[in-house]
């Protein structure tokens, strides 16, 4: 037994027959608790289990939180087992003594009395405008799912809105539907097979300021006729300058003295959820200002050189020594096993940690440099194969 069992359930029980995807709209914890998938149940019967060592008097907060927003219910729920698998007891939203108003996500204790507090967080490097804009991509999305084209597949190459309003999804399926219907069907397969893409129908729909530009890809002659498969067959793609250090960053920076002097090692763990990815470099430009930090130890005195402006480090030198370290990952349900999943140690905390989550893979300032140590995976950690859930999706 790991921790306290609580009798609720995160996912409904009923017979389950939904087989597709999910909407573009739709919030991952509706999906994952309608889908008749063996992935999605998978995914349910662990989550499920993991609720049931959450503690009853938390377990409807964090339900909550899972139908507001998946990821970040997920997250604490993940970081809760963690805690669990490592030996830890672990009290929810704590009540501190130096700061009546606010409680950490978790405090944990060893056997031993070693004391962590671990703080949650997740960021998506996405701003309010890019949010607007991805809700009016969404509902487009699923107004031309909604379409019937049993013989075609449409790849959505570009899409201008400098109006930022939502287009009209009944005057884009009629436009679709027209110019589709005028095609002839083996002439556009014989120009897919010879791989003329540039010949392939193009279609450019025109609404006031926004033009959407389709390019027509046929489906195979086995799947002529059906009605089982997606309309859309491609997104437009998307570009970025620069990393996802700034918003790693600032999401530590906001978290660091949150809570005051905790008087023991505090580690603020952040999923990283953007759009474009995270990597060990946008890591260690969060924490250090570049990727290959340069230290200087002049005595007891450690400072990087050049012109820092990170979490651990400003203008004006070292900050928020209150972080222990930071645990940062890019995990979701689906590659949970296999998710690197990295903590990083504070050189100048004020409580270094030295507890149980060091089995981690874990990176560390040694002689002056960063040095990477190897460590548990979450596969291993949570006895998950590295194949599992299974393939949500297997045409």
Same mark, same amino acid.
Request: proline letters at 4%.
């Given at each position: 037994m790991l921790g306290h069992m609580s009798n609720d359930k995160l996912f409904q029980d009923f017979a389950r027959q939904h087989q597709g995807y999910a909407d573009h709209r739709e919030?991952?914890?509706?999906?994952?608790?309608?889908?008749?998938?063996?992935?999605?149940?998978?995914?349910?019967?662990?989550?499920?289990?993991?609720?049931?060592?959450?503690?009853?008097?938390?377990?409807?907060?964090?339900?909550?939180?899972?139908?507001?927003?998946?990821?970040?219910?997920?997250?604490?729920?993940?970081?809760? +087992?963690?805690?669990?698998?490592?030996? &830890?007891?672990?009290?929810?939203?704590? #009540?501190?003594?130096?700061?009546? %108003?606010?409680? @950490?996500?978790?405090?944990?204790?060893?056997?031993?009395?070693?004391?962590?507090?671990?703080?949650?967080?997740?960021?998506?490097d996405e701003s309010g405008d890019e949010k607007a804009r991805n809700k009016v991509l969404s509902v487009l999305y699923d107004q031309i799912t909604q379409m019937n084209l049993p013989d075609y597949y449409l790849a959505i190459d570009r899409i201008d809105n400098p109006t930022g309003r939502q287009p009209s999804g009944k005057k884009?399926?009629?436009?679709?539907? +027209?110019?589709?219907?005028?095609?002839? &069907?083996?002439t556009v397969?014989?120009? #897919?097979?010879?791989?003329?893409? %540039?010949?392939? @129908?193009?279609?450019?729909?025109?609404?006031?300021?926004?033009?959407?530009?389709?390019?027509?890809?046929?489906?195979?002659?086995e799947m002529r006729g059906r009605t089982d498969h997606r309309p859309i067959g491609a997104y437009p793609g998307g570009s970025r300058w620069g990393g996802s250090d700034p918003a790693i960053r600032d999401k530590i920076r906001g978290k660091a003295s949150r809570y005051g002097q905790l008087g023991a090692a505090y580690i603020i763990a952040v999923n990283c959820l953007g759009r474009f990815g995270t990597n060990t470099r946008d890591h260690i430009r969060a924490l250090f200002g570049d990727e290959e930090p340069l230290f200087v130890r002049s005595g007891a005195d450690l400072t990087l050189r050049g012109k820092v402006n990170a979490a651990w480090y400003g203008p004006n030198g070292v900050q928020n020594k209150r972080v222990s370290a930071v645990l940062l990952t890019r995990v979701f349900p689906w590659n949970l096993p296999i998710a690197e999943i990295n903590l990083f140690h504070n050189p100048w905390a004020d409580f270094p940690y030295e507890g149980p989550l060091t089995q981690l893979h874990r990176v560390l300032l040694s002689d002056n440099k960063l040095i990477s140590l190897p460590g548990k995976s979450l596969g291993s950690i949570f006895s998950l194969e590295n194949s599992w859930p299974g393939q949500l999706f297997e045409n």
């Open positions: 919030d991952t914890f509706s999906f994952l608790n309608r889908s008749a998938r063996p992935a999605s149940d998978r995914v349910r019967n662990t989550l499920d289990e993991w609720f049931s060592r959450y503690p009853g008097d938390h377990s409807s907060e964090l339900t909550k939180k899972f139908s507001s927003d998946f990821s970040v219910g997920f997250f604490e729920l993940l970081l809760h +087992e963690l805690l669990l698998r490592f030996k &830890y007891s672990v009290d929810v939203h704590p #009540s501190l003594e130096t700061n009546q %108003r606010r409680h @950490p996500d978790f405090r944990g204790k060893t056997a031993s009395g070693n004391v962590l507090f671990l703080e949650a967080a997740v960021v998506t884009i399926g009629h436009f679709i539907s +027209e110019r589709v219907n005028d095609l002839d &069907y083996e397969l014989v120009l #897919s097979q010879l791989g003329a893409t %540039r010949d392939l @129908p193009r279609l450019i729909y025109r609404e006031d300021k926004i033009e959407i530009e389709f390019n027509i890809i046929p489906v195979s002659r």
